[in-house]
């Protein structure tokens, strides 16, 4: 159950898109379709953004997107906004019933 | 509102044991699955432990197999976590968390607790 890799840190200027990356290997991200992100400001709760790798709750905004390639997962956030500065998080089920989840990416809208 | 409450967390010696709780308020409890995730001073989210929405199954990452247990009482629309034999780098805050989709056990989670600080140290 070794932690997914993602980027320490993503940047990005308003109004552009910046992409995350998420890789594991081929015994959870590519694997299953149960990859997850979310969306963490200091101080506060998880918000899921994506689940089962491209599908967005009610209420996140389209601006946010979810891809997977071969064991490699993807966050898109297209437009982005001063409020989408944040940590992000992926997870991805890694079989064997347990989940495995990402060390995180630092979201800085310069 | 839909909210999740833990409490239980506090200072524990090597080896000594904590139950944590999670009262749960605004949805149908015995509906979801449910999990514990916990986040270790500057480190990311870790998956501990997750627990079908009848209880009839459960899951442990293995850094905790054989030491903790989940179980939930639907009746009172709470989660419980027991950590036996606690070690130093099971310091962390601990969170509950609801599964999002229903007939899923181990996916995604919608809703997360604040927290509560577990702190293992002699």
């Known amino acids: 159950q070794s932690a997914l890799t993602q980027p320490p840190s993503a940047s990005g200027s308003p109004g552009q898109s910046v992409t995350i990356s998420c890789t594991g290997t081929s015994s959870d991200v590519g694997g299953y379709n149960y990859v997850s992100w979310y969306q963490r400001n200091p101080g506060k709760a998880p918000k899921l953004m994506i689940y089962e790798v491209d599908k967005r709750p009610s209420g996140v905004p389209d601006r946010f997107s979810g891809s997977k390639s071969g064991n490699t997962a993807s966050l898109t956030v297209s437009g982005l906004q001063a409020e989408d500065e944040a940590d992000y998080y992926c997870s991805s089920y890694a079989g064997s019933n347990t989940l495995v989840f990402g060390g995180g990416t630092k979201l800085t809208v310069l | 509102e839909v909210q999740l409450l833990e409490s239980g967390g506090g200072l524990v010696q090597p080896g000594g044991s904590l139950r944590l709780s999670c009262a749960a308020s605004g949805f149908t409890f015995s509906t979801y699955a449910m999990s514990w995730v916990r986040q270790a001073s500057g480190k990311g989210l870790e998956w501990v432990s997750a627990?079908?929405?009848?209880?009839?199954?459960?899951y442990y990452a293995d850094s905790v197999k054989g030491r903790f247990t989940i179980s939930r009482d639907n009746s009172k629309n709470t989660l419980y976590l027991q950590m036996n034999s606690l070690r130093a780098e099971d310091t962390a805050v601990y969170y509950c968390?609801?599964?999002?989709?229903?007939?899923?056990?181990?996916?995604?989670?919608?809703?997360w607790g604040q927290g509560t600080m577990v702190t293992v140290s002699s």
């Open positions: 968390a609801k599964g999002f989709v229903v007939v899923v056990d181990l996916d995604a989670f919608d809703i």
């Open positions: 627990i079908s929405g009848s209880g009839g199954r459960t």
